[in-house]
């Protein structure tokens, strides 16, 4: 266990407290109720209503959370953890709330009635019934997905086989976080795992409570992975922690999904515990998963909610997930939101500039998407500078760092389809690099004014040359905006120098004007160099102040034409 993992386990007082399988059911729940201190809650949404649904002869509890009015593209029943005998809505309270705020599903959490005193089949009866009446009331028709974790991870993955072997509820998808997929005490993770939070001895307390005759336990409603077929089964995103006792027998689950030709992604997070999800306001690891796992969600969903398109075979077209206020925004594309997992996961892993991204086969298995989105993703990334694509043996996907270039060429894009003047530019630069060297005189480094003066000096030394001029004058500013201590500014600066380069469209700089430039340069780094916030400001916008008059008198012509990509290449 990790520093960080551990942080709970003194919190809780967990190391001193007797172990989970010494306590009563009653003990269990409420130690387990005491855990949701460690969430750090969810995001509002539109509504949050706690409801009842009838099952035999009787009625759950259940939750509906609404991300906004009207119509949602799909609906996802969710059932919590808790080893079958533990946990309630609250339990995963914060998880739905992110799954319904990130994905635009309705997310309906049911409140399975609990063992011992209501062993299997109950718990997973309450589910499937749960899970047909949403179909129905809820979903009404519409897309529908099952999720869960931990012990509501075993039943969402049962009734997703229940669904296919009885046909129906169409399900579109599976969401399945550390789940219990069989009931082999032998596989090697229940030997490697901590104790903290779950171990052998509490999962053996829990299948007790649970089925508490073992002859039972290969019926795939209780152990899917013991199902004679898994083909069928809607596409799968699975989660596994490292430390977890439940890591084999989940991937062993990922991996029959895979031979039955059902999709599937597998996220790993090999530092973490078991139910860390619950640990998202003590644990930074556990915080930084929640994006990805809705990331990975709405990828897996997008088929189903792209406009016009049918996801499975049987499934009406569907209409785009509509947010108020958003009339005519683009809904992300499948590949678009790979990209951005797949940016995730560089970011994760730590790559630089240089590192290969694993083969085509490792990725397109890891994703669970077809070669064609594969490749429409990294194509997206190659543009956006993230990655190059080396071609012929031995290539593939090689990071990059998005650079300035990158950027410009957004910028441009934007303003040519807005009718903008290259006057735009120079006007934004008027605003912006007052500021940015206010910030420069506060907080530049002893580096960055050496590299300031080098500047000033190189020009002054240079006046001549027009093109050492230009380099100059580039450098000087970029100096400026990344000592300033304010990354927005390096890049921003990049990219509208880039756009606007007086050379490039037509601007002239005779040798008096460039003396003039070095002028005001050397009274820029004399305020910064004196840490003079105000001072710097000041000769900062008499310098653009000066540039501007200069271009209007000069050369009006070009300050009032409009910005169009490629007229700088």
């Known amino acids: 266990m990790d520093g960080e993992t551990a942080r709970p386990t003194a919190a809780t007082g967990s190391s001193a407290a007797p172990p989970l399988h010494l306590l009563t059911p009653a003990e269990a729940r409420e130690r387990v109720r005491q855990g949701d201190a460690l969430c750090s809650g ?122 296919r072997d009885r046909g129906g509820p169409r399900l579109e998808f599976q969401l399945l976080v550390y789940p219990v997929t069989d009931h082999d005490f032998t596989r090697p993770s229940y030997t490697r795992s901590a104790a903290f939070p779950l171990g052998a001895e509490a999962m053996r307390w829990f299948w007790d409570h649970y089925a508490a005759d073992p002859a039972i ?105 509509q947010i108020p206020g958003t009339a005519g925004v683009r809904p992300k594309k499948t590949a678009e939101l790979l990209a951005q997992r797949i940016v995730a996961d560089i970011d994760r892993r730590g790559n630089t500039v240089g590192d290969r991204l694993p083969p085509e086969r490792e990725m397109l298995l890891a994703y669970g998407v077809g070669r064609g989105t594969l490749r429409e993703a990294l194509r997206f990334l190659e543009l956006q500078g993230v990655i190059s694509l080396k071609p012929g043996p031995g290539g593939g996907p090689v990071v990059q760092r998005p650079d300035a270039g990158n950027l410009a060429a957004a910028l441009t894009l934007l303003l040519q389809f807005s009718g903008a003047p290259f006057r735009t530019i120079a006007e934004a630069r008027s605003g912006l690099e007052p500021m940015m060297a206010r910030l420069a005189a506060e907080r530049m480094s002893p580096g960055h004014l050496t590299d300031l003066r080098s500047s000033v000096d190189v020009m002054g030394a240079n006046l001549a040359d027009q ?87 000069k050369f009006p012509e070009v300050l009032a034409a409009p910005i169009v990509w490629g007229a700088l290449s």
């Open 467 to 553: 093109a050492v001029f230009l380099e100059e004058n580039k450098r000087f500013h970029d100096v400026i905006a990344h000592g300033s201590g304010n990354a927005l500014f390096g890049h921003m600066v990049d990219a509208l120098l880039g756009i606007l380069d007086g050379s490039a469209i037509g601007i002239d700089y005779p040798e008096a004007r460039r003396s003039a430039v070095h002028r005001a340069h050397l009274r820029i780094y004399e305020a910064i160099a004196s840490r003079d916030p105000a001072a710097s400001a000041g000769a900062m916008t008499l310098h653009i102040d000066e540039y501007i008059r200069y271009a209007e008198r």
């Open 42 to 163: 969810g995001p509002r949404l539109h509504t949050v209503d706690d409801i009842t649904i009838p099952v035999d002869g009787a009625a759950v509890s259940a939750r509906v959370y609404r991300p906004g009015p009207g119509t949602a593209p799909c609906t996802m029943v969710y059932f919590h953890g808790g080893g079958w005998v533990t946990g309630d809505l609250e339990y995963s309270d914060e998880l739905c709330r992110h799954l319904a705020h990130d994905t635009g599903c309705v997310v309906v959490s049911v409140g399975y009635r609990l063992a011992p005193e209501h062993p299997f089949p109950v718990p997973f009866t309450d589910a499937y019934t749960s899970l047909a009446w949403a179909a129905d009331k809820v979903a009404a028709g519409g897309p529908l997905a099952v999720g869960g974790d931990s012990a509501g991870g075993n039943l969402a993955a049962a009734c997703a086989l229940h669904a």
């Open 217 to 321: 336990r290969d019926d795939p409603a209780l152990s899917p992975l013991r199902a004679a077929s898994l083909a069928g089964l809607p596409p799968a995103h699975i989660v596994l922690a490292g430390r977890d006792p439940l890591h084999d027998e989940g991937a062993a689950y990922a991996e029959r999904l895979r031979a039955a030709d059902v999709p599937v992604s597998l996220r790993e997070y090999p530092a973490l515990g078991h139910g860390f999800f619950r640990l998202t306001g003590a644990v930074d690891a556990a915080r930084d998963a929640l994006p990805e796992l809705t990331a990975a969600v709405a990828a897996a969903l997008a088929p189903a909610l792209a406009p016009g398109t049918t996801a499975r075979p049987g499934r009406a077209r569907l209409p785009g997930r």
